[in-house]
């Protein structure tokens, strides 16, 4: 199983040797994975920042296990993750969720900031 995102992740680099986390390296590298992933751990299989999945989950792409409150660990299912990271697709859904999002949340760095008078500083 692992075997095949594996190719696909030295397919995309040519060659070239890529940098990756420890936990990245021992995860892909495992002959099976766990059933219930943490949220770092699905972002390695998604190739997304660890920050990106609860974006994800918002937009509805990815559910925890279980009812989670809040402020929870979120544990994830491997078969779940491995589906939506085989879906071009829906990774392409993904991405463009994850990029809306924080073009939204940038955005508000870059607005000029008003004075009360209503002049620009």
């Known amino acids: 199983m692992n075997g095949e995102i594996n190719e696909v ?23 099976r994975l766990p059933a219930m992933l943490t949220t770092a ?21 990815l559910k925890p296990l279980g009812d989670p409150p809040p402020n929870a660990v979120k544990s994830f299912s491997a078969v779940q993750v491995l589906e939506l990271a085989g879906e071009c697709a829906i990774l ?6 994850v990029y809306a999002y ?4 940038n955005a508000i760095y870059t ?10 500083r």
Do not use: M
């Open 41 to 61: 751990q699905a972002a390695v299989l998604l190739g997304l920042a660890e920050q990106d999945i609860p974006v994800v989950v918002r937009a509805g792409f």
């Open 111 to 120: 607005r000029p900031h008003h004075a009360r008078n209503g002049h620009a």
């Open 9 to 31: 992740l030295a397919a995309k680099s040519n060659g070239r040797p890529t940098l990756i986390s420890a936990p990245a390296r021992e995860l892909l590298n495992l002959r």
């Open 102 to 105: 924080w073009r939204g949340k």
């Open 92 to 97: 392409n859904k993904i991405r463009s969720a």
